[in-house]
């Protein structure tokens, strides 16, 4: 590689880097505590459900239950499980008829509990689990900016990625292995940097092309609207197949009794352990009242297996039918595909552990990143006042990103302690707990004092969060082991596991420090 080509791409790698980081290691640490979204939130809730898709539910009693609360017919009712909780959300869209109630023409949607049928609205459903999902696409900025930036920061930082393996490509092997921890500062961070982005690559690899596609695929939408569907938008997203067919209202009610489950059953006796994730009845209670089916088959035989089955309620005959096996198209498969390698859940707490360890050695890929930054441009050649600027710019950003940790450990002893919560809660405690801890460390000036004290308080809080469990519920985590509740267990020993961890990495550091 000729030296001017060698010199472009390695600022470019390093500028990339730079203006990407903070973003970037809030997306990645948020990203990795989304692995356990379901558990987070069952842990909160002090629930533990089975880890399977299907809605575990009696579909014709809910029916039944949200007649004496709702005016149903002329209506579109959507049941789906979006995640492995006890709660399925609902969706009621406005009637058709012409004479129904004020109350039937808004469109409603709200959450069932599976077990004792009370509704929850999204913002009272809201958890900490939910919360660092969506932060990890930057989703409590306003929609779309927040999308876009999680998208276009994906896309950087596949370039960063791209351009750190071409500027190491000729070392790439024998930089894997070297590791001087006694050597210069700068030789310390950048073995890191390398040995760690290498043995993280095919992870951060994977995680930027989905992350990007996922996000920026919105700003793809429009071009195809306008030029290739003439403007309808509806037209796409039915190709897409990202919505259901419609069937026209008749006015006219179904006399003949009706069962939800039967249909489920149907489904379920067509393809063997097909899990049915969503039911989605089209004009409740007429004559054209049709029934959806829809699901999956476990991604452990098959991550493009989705498929479902519509019937014609009265008759009780197939309209439709799509295969879990034969009939997927490819671009079910780059979808499915590309949503599994995301959410990374089909290799079950193994491979969520994995994901786990990786997101967060990614978090320490950034910071030395960042580090190597600060350390290469120390130096006396370098203007004073240029240096006070690089050495503020890094303050901040270490001070923004490493205060993470403590005011997540803290937030999860806040919502057991002061929960139920909802979406205000969480958000108030967690964002300004957030800017009160960067500011104190932002205004300490001491980056070594950041680095210990937020490893010290965010092992301290992380060790308070499966006794403020055990205290609250008295499930403490001998008894949640011992009782089989997985998703409690897991909770606490991971925040146990981490605690732990942390506590000897600060040990390491006041031992070298006494050196």
Same mark, same amino acid.
């Given at each position: 590689?000729?030296?001017?080509?060698?010199?472009? =791409?390695?600022? $470019?790698?390093? &500028?990339?880097?730079?203006?990407?980081?903070?973003?970037?290691?809030?997306?990645?640490?948020?990203?990795?505590?989304?692995?356990?979204?379901?558990?987070?939130?069952?842990?909160?809730?002090?629930?533990?459900?089975?880890?399977?898709? /299907?809605?575990?539910?009696?579909? /014709?009693?809910?029916?039944?239950? %949200?007649?004496?609360? @709702?005016?149903? @017919?002329?209506?579109?009712?959507?049941?789906?499980?979006?995640?492995?909780?006890?709660?399925?959300?609902?969706?009621?869209?406005?009637?058709?008829?012409?004479?129904?109630?004020?109350?039937?023409?808004?469109?409603?949607?709200?959450?069932?509990?599976?077990? *004792?049928?009370?509704?929850?609205?999204?913002?009272?459903?809201?958890?900490?689990?939910?919360?660092? @999902?969506? %932060?990890?696409?930057?989703?409590?900025?306003?929609?779309?900016?927040?999308?876009?930036?999680?998208?276009?920061?994906?896309?950087?930082?596949?370039?960063?990625? #791209?351009?750190?393996?071409? &500027?190491?490509?000729?070392?790439?092997?024998?930089?894997?292995?070297?590791?001087?921890?006694?050597?210069?500062?700068? $030789?310390?961070?950048?073995?890191?940097?390398?040995?760690?982005?290498?043995?993280?690559?095919?992870?951060?690899?994977?995680?930027?092309?989905?992350?990007?596609?996922?996000?920026?695929?919105?700003?793809?939408?429009?071009?195809?609207?306008?030029?290739?569907?003439?403007?309808?938008?509806?037209?796409?997203?039915?190709?897409?197949?990202?919505?259901?067919?419609?069937?026209?209202?008749?006015?006219?009610?179904?006399?003949?009794?009706?069962?939800?489950?039967?249909?489920?059953?149907?489904?379920?006796?067509?393809?063997?352990?097909?899990?049915?994730?969503? $039911?989605?009845?089209?004009?409740? !209670?007429?004559?054209?009242?049709?029934?959806?089916?829809?699901?999956? +088959?476990?991604?452990?035989?098959?991550?493009?297996?989705?498929?479902?089955?519509?019937?014609?309620?009265?008759?009780?005959?197939?309209?439709?039918?799509?295969?879990?096996?034969?009939?997927?198209?490819?671009? *079910?498969?780059?979808?499915?595909?590309?949503?599994?390698?995301?959410?990374?859940?089909?290799?079950?707490?193994?491979?969520?552990? %994995?994901?786990?360890?990786?997101?967060?050695?990614?978090?320490?890929?950034?910071?030395?990143?960042?580090?190597?930054?600060?350390?290469?441009? *120390?130096?006396?050649?370098?203007?004073?006042?240029?240096?006070?600027?690089?050495?503020?710019?890094?303050?901040?950003? +270490?001070?923004?990103?490493?205060?993470?940790?403590?005011?997540?450990?803290?937030?999860?002893?806040?919502?057991?302690?002061?929960?139920?919560?909802?979406?205000?809660?969480?958000?108030?405690?967690?964002?300004? !707990?957030? =800017?009160?801890?960067?500011?104190?460390?932002?205004?300490?000036?001491?980056?070594?004092?950041?680095?210990?004290?937020?490893?010290?308080?965010?092992?301290?809080?992380?060790?308070?969060?499966?006794?403020?469990?055990?205290?609250?519920?008295?499930?403490?985590?001998?008894?949640?082991?011992?009782?089989? @509740?997985?998703?409690?267990?897991?909770?606490?020993? %991971?925040?146990?596991?981490?605690?732990? =961890?942390?506590?000897? #990495?600060?040990?390491?550091?006041?031992?070298?420090?006494?050196?």
């Amino acid at each position: 590689m000729k030296n001017r080509t060698y010199n472009i =791409l390695f600022h $470019t790698h390093t &500028v990339s880097g730079i203006v990407i980081s903070v973003v970037l290691y809030v997306i990645f640490f948020a990203g990795s505590f989304s692995f356990f979204r379901d558990e987070i939130v069952n842990w909160e809730r002090n629930q533990t459900v089975e880890v399977t898709d /299907d809605i575990q539910i009696n579909l /014709d009693k809910v029916l039944d239950s %949200l007649s004496h609360n @709702y005016s149903l @017919y002329g209506r579109d009712i959507e049941l789906k499980r979006y995640f492995i909780e006890q709660r399925v959300g609902v969706s009621i869209s406005a009637s058709k008829d012409s004479l129904a109630p004020e109350d039937a023409k808004t469109a409603q949607f709200f959450y069932l509990d599976t077990k *004792d049928y009370s509704e929850h609205s999204y913002i009272n459903s809201y958890t900490l689990g939910e919360f660092l @999902y969506r %932060l990890h696409f930057l989703a409590q900025v306003p929609y779309p900016i927040g999308y876009y930036l999680s998208g276009f920061v994906a896309l950087f930082f596949l370039f960063a990625i #791209v351009t750190g393996v071409l &500027v190491h490509w000729k070392k790439i092997v024998a930089n894997f292995y070297l590791f001087r921890p006694l050597g210069k500062l700068k $030789t310390m961070w950048t073995d890191a940097h390398t040995t760690l982005g290498m043995l993280g690559l095919p992870f951060q690899f994977v995680y930027a092309v989905t992350g990007a596609f996922f996000m920026i695929k919105l700003l793809l939408v429009a071009p195809n609207v306008m030029v290739i569907y003439e403007g309808d938008q509806a037209k796409l997203y039915e190709e897409l197949g990202y919505s259901h067919p419609t069937y026209e209202f008749q006015h006219k009610e179904n006399s003949t009794p009706v069962s939800v489950n039967k249909f489920v059953d149907d489904t379920q006796r067509i393809w063997s352990d097909f899990k049915v994730t969503e $039911t989605h009845i089209f004009n409740y !209670g007429d004559e054209n009242m049709h029934v959806l089916v829809g699901g999956h +088959l476990a991604y452990t035989e098959s991550f493009n297996g989705g498929g479902e089955v519509i019937y014609k309620a009265k008759t009780g005959e197939i309209v439709s039918q799509k295969s879990p096996i034969i009939n997927n198209t490819y671009l *079910d498969t780059v979808k499915n595909v590309l949503y599994r390698i995301h959410y990374g859940d089909y290799g079950g707490y193994a491979l969520k552990m %994995l994901s786990f360890l990786f997101g967060l050695i990614t978090c320490f890929v950034i910071i030395s990143g960042v580090m190597i930054w600060l350390v290469a441009r *120390d130096k006396k050649n370098v203007p004073e006042k240029k240096r006070r600027f690089n050495e503020r710019v890094v303050r901040m950003y +270490l001070a923004i990103c490493l205060s993470m940790f403590p005011i997540t450990a803290l937030s999860f002893v806040a919502v057991k302690i002061f929960g139920p919560v909802d979406q205000s809660f969480i958000y108030s405690f967690y964002f300004i !707990g957030w =800017l009160l801890l960067t500011l104190i460390f932002i205004l300490k000036k001491d980056n070594a004092f950041t680095n210990k004290w937020c490893l010290l308080l965010g092992s301290l809080f992380g060790l308070l969060v499966p006794i403020s469990n055990g205290i609250v519920t008295g499930n403490w985590i001998w008894k949640s082991y011992l009782e089989g @509740y997985t998703q409690l267990f897991f909770v606490d020993f %991971l925040w146990l596991l981490i605690s732990v =961890l942390g506590f000897l #990495v600060v040990f390491k550091l006041n031992k070298k420090s006494i050196k």
